[in-house]
């Protein structure tokens, strides 16, 4: 089930009015037919078609006391159907072209892309069988009109002997030329296909407004870290001070009369992703001061005039695409038909110093507030954690970026403790093919396409993040992972 390719030759080609032009739901597409080789016939036919459809194939091996055994399973969805809205006759008539080619023959065309699917019947023919094998409610037949008409999408998981995936949406121009043709086995003259062109064209999604600041659907996400080290204390805080033996060996035992900082890492990272936004993409990290009776923060600490530094060492972003699809097999086991896909890796290190690496310091006043607050919880781990599995299965909408912990309410300044917009900082900014960011661009191993749903085909995908943290020259990691919903661009 190889993807449409481009096949044109003097017999017969096809151009558009605007060459590799991407086109919405709703637009017309217009081109020409051209002839350039020699043909001289009474009667000849010119046709164009354009056709859509969603394809699915699963390759995967079985084993049993006999070996192992190959499968493959196909569906696919037709979404034009073949009426005259779709396929035309652009020309009929007598045609001369010399063999100099010194003269083409050119026919124009123009067809309309509708806005969904305009072939209800086909879809869903034997709709309580086929229901079974697709994400979309196809009966009744109204269901189907209101479909968005899904865009181009190209996806491969795995191979042929390794459990593979692949899935596709293309639309594609078909040309053919016919002439007059008189078998010696009939006196009726009948029509003969002597050339043909392919040429696929791109539908892309609609465009979506630009997000607005609430419309990123930040996900909180909050843990708590401690450190313990004499570095906390200022006598011991300059690099160039060494430790004696016995405060190595009671640090390297973690002994409680080594001093311990304790604080809550506070990270705001995106739920919902839109490609090509002039807005960077928001990533929040705070470090939040812990210093009630329960939180182990020792009391030298807490007497501090400031809260120890916490400092971001290295940020690093990981996005995987997950690619579900439906075929019409009852005997294809539920981990043939979902996989899911690394496909980008971004990383960032800080240089000790370097501008955009400290976090902002909580003053007394601001962390004694803190603690002295009643009620105020940050989060609760376990909490979230079931919060993420739950929110796993949602893949619609657009708030559908699942996971991460509690969102109670934060004290500090506007409800909110202080802290730094990594994101915005460093101008991160998804594209289709590449991250942007402040200083260059890390290419995408893959088309990073929207997430969407049709028949037999669902693309979601998840955002892991991972940040190493410094205080007091000892280093915490932190990470978490959560469903990110991607979104058209607005043009």
């Known amino acids: 089930m190889p ?38 016939s009474s009667e000849a036919l010119v046709s164009i ?50 063999p100099d080619g010194s003269r083409a023959e050119s026919w124009p065309f123009s067809l309309s892309l509708p806005t969904g699917p305009v072939n209800p019947q086909t879809i869903r023919e034997g709709a309580k069988k086929k229901q079974k094998y697709s994400f979309l409610p196809i009966d009744p037949a109204e269901q189907i009109t209101s479909h968005q008409l899904p865009f181009t999408f190209y996806s491969k998981v795995g191979s042929f002997w390794a459990n593979g ?72 805080a300059e690099g160039d001070v060494e430790l004696s033996f016995k405060q190595k060996t009671l640090k390297l035992f973690h002994s409680s009369k080594v001093p311990k900082y304790s604080f809550d890492v506070l990270v705001l990272s995106p739920g919902v992703i839109q490609l090509g936004s002039v807005d960077p993409v928001p990533f929040r990290v705070a470090a939040v001061p812990k210093f009630g009776a329960a939180d182990e923060t020792s009391e030298e600490v807490r007497e501090l005039e400031r809260s120890p530094m916490v400092n971001v060492v290295s940020l690093k972003l990981v996005v995987k695409a997950r690619t579900e699809v439906k075929v019409n097999s009852m005997w294809v086991a539920d981990r043939f038909i979902d996989r899911t896909d690394k496909f980008f890796e971004w990383s960032w290190n800080w240089k000790e110093g370097e501008e955009g690496m400290a976090l902002p310091v909580w003053d007394r006043g601001l962390a004694a507030g803190a603690a002295g607050a009643v ?39 506007e409800g909110e403790p202080p802290a730094r917009d990594i994101g915005a900082e460093m101008e991160l900014r998804f594209n289709p093919m590449e991250l942007v960011y402040k200083g260059g661009t890390a290419k995408m191993t893959a088309l990073l396409y929207p997430d969407f749903t049709t028949y037999n085909i669902r693309r979601t995908h998840e955002l892991k993040w991972e940040m190493v943290l410094s205080v007091a020259k000892e280093t915490v990691k932190v990470s978490n992972s959560h469903l990110v919903r991607f979104v058209a661009p607005w043009t």
């Open 3 to 40: 993807l449409a390719v481009i096949e044109a030759s003097p017999d017969l080609a096809i151009e558009l009015d605007v060459p590799n032009r991407e086109y919405n739901p709703g637009e017309t597409i217009t081109g020409r037919v051209l002839r350039r080789s020699h043909v001289v």
């Open 49 to 98: 078609k354009l056709y859509g459809r969603t394809k699915v194939r699963v390759d995967y091996t079985t084993n049993s006391g006999n070996g192992s055994q190959h499968h493959t399973v196909r569906t696919r969805f037709d979404l034009l159907g073949s009426g005259p809205a779709f396929n035309r006759t652009i020309f009929k008539g007598p045609i001369h072209i010399p």
């Open 165 to 236: 995936i692949e899935g596709y949406v293309e639309y594609v121009l078909q040309a053919e030329f016919f002439e007059q043709h008189t078998s010696r086995f009939s006196s009726t003259p009948s029509a003969k296909k002597t050339a043909s062109a392919v040429l696929p064209v791109t539908i892309r999604p609609p465009p979506i407004p630009p997000l607005l600041p609430h419309e990123w659907s930040l996900n909180r996400f909050i843990k708590r870290q401690g450190v313990r080290t004499q570095r906390l204390i200022p006598a011991f």
């Open 375 to 413: 009620g105020v919880d940050y989060g609760d781990e376990k909490k979230g954690k079931k919060e993420k599995k739950e929110k796993k299965g949602e893949k619609e909408g657009l708030g559908g970026g699942g996971g991460g912990s509690s969102s109670a309410a934060v004290v500090g300044p």
